[in-house]
């Protein structure tokens, strides 16, 4: 007679109950009915709102911003991960404390933090904007010495280096948000890497950027997409520590969801879900595109460690 085993949980047709109950509580209601009150909508309504020319620019500045900042995370937060793992240096449990900084600070927290920062009066946007000019009017000095144009040499003197209130503002609260999903993805596969790797590969002669291009990379790159694509996740929505930094001028730093916080202010709820289910849409397609090259890379690894 076999003896039954017993699970910590119920069975399955209950858990798998619960489960699907609390996703579509959660997740899947929601979303549904974004699309269902976007339905509303005429196939020319529905584009005309979507496709205005403001509404295009702001999708170009979320999710533009949005990828830069999570590939800037991907290198910066691989190098921070490494740090952490394989070195020792004064303050290094003070550090890896502060990468998770911005999963508990408050968002809003955080661009108030920014702004006064990079604001022209601030401590780091004073000296840079400062530093700007230095730049641009040895630019504008050189290109006349090489014989420029005076008009040119006007347009490199006004050369500035403007944080708080620009593209760069948002970028730079992107980059805040996202890098604590790179290095905590990473750092576990770093920890269980075994340096033994790193010295055959010495041993046979292969160099530094050989050893990393060949031996680590590879195992290091489906943590590093997943990274990516947590980074990249976090950022496209993100609201409250982008706008007190952007300056929300039209065409320039205004994000998409400011946009639909526009729609809801003049109580157009179905322009607001009509731009939130295109947000959706793009969302989950550049998603789905990182996971399958994530798949691909991860079947791919398998198949050269055979």
Same mark, same amino acid.
């Given at each position: ?22 996703? %579509? ?16 909508? %005429?196939?020319? /309504? ?7 020319? #403001? ?27 490494? %740090? ?36 022209? &009066? ?35 003197? +006004?050369? &500035? ?22 290095? #905590? ?12 790797? +790193? ?13 990393? #291009? ?23 929505? /993100? ?26 202010? +003049? ?15 793009? %969302? ?23």
């Amino acid at each position: 007679m076999t003896r039954r085993h017993k699970n910590v949980l119920p069975g399955f047709p209950l858990t798998l109950g619960y489960t699907l109950v609390y996703l %579509s509580l959660i997740v899947l209601i929601p979303l549904a009915a974004v699309f269902i009150k976007a339905a509303d909508l %005429s196939l020319a /309504e529905f584009w005309a709102i979507v496709s205005a020319p #403001r509404v295009v620019a702001s999708y170009k500045v979320s999710f533009g911003l949005s990828l830069l900042a999570a590939a800037i995370n991907s290198v910066f937060g691989l190098l921070l991960a490494w %740090s952490l793992v394989r070195y020792r240096f004064p303050g290094k449990k003070l550090v890896d404390a502060l990468v998770d900084l911005p999963f508990a600070l408050p968002t809003a927290v955080t661009g108030i933090a920014l702004t006064t920062l990079y604001a022209g &009066n601030g401590w780091l946007g004073k000296p840079l904007e400062a530093l700007g000019a230095s730049i641009g009017a040895a630019l504008s000095a050189l290109w006349l010495d090489f014989g420029g144009s005076a008009e040119t040499a006007a347009a490199l003197a +006004e050369f &500035n280096i403007k944080v708080a209130y620009t593209p760069l503002g948002i970028l730079t609260a992107l980059i805040f948000i996202g890098l604590p999903f790179v290095v #905590r993805t990473v750092q576990p596969i770093l920890e269980d890497l075994d340096p033994e790797l +790193e010295e055959a590969a010495a041993s046979l002669g292969a160099r530094r950027w050989q050893t990393f #291009r060949y031996v680590l990379l590879p195992i290091l790159l489906p943590a590093l997409l997943t990274g990516f694509a947590l980074a990249f996740a976090r950022a496209v929505g /993100e609201y409250g520590s982008v706008i007190f930094i952007a300056g929300n001028m039209p065409f320039i730093s205004e994000i998409t969801p400011l946009m639909i916080i526009f729609k809801l202010d +003049e109580f157009d709820y179905v322009g607001a879900t009509a731009i939130a289910a295109v947000m959706l849409l793009l %969302s989950f397609v550049l998603l789905l595109v990182i996971n399958v090259l994530q798949a691909w890379t991860s079947r791919r690894i398998r198949k050269g460690r055979r």
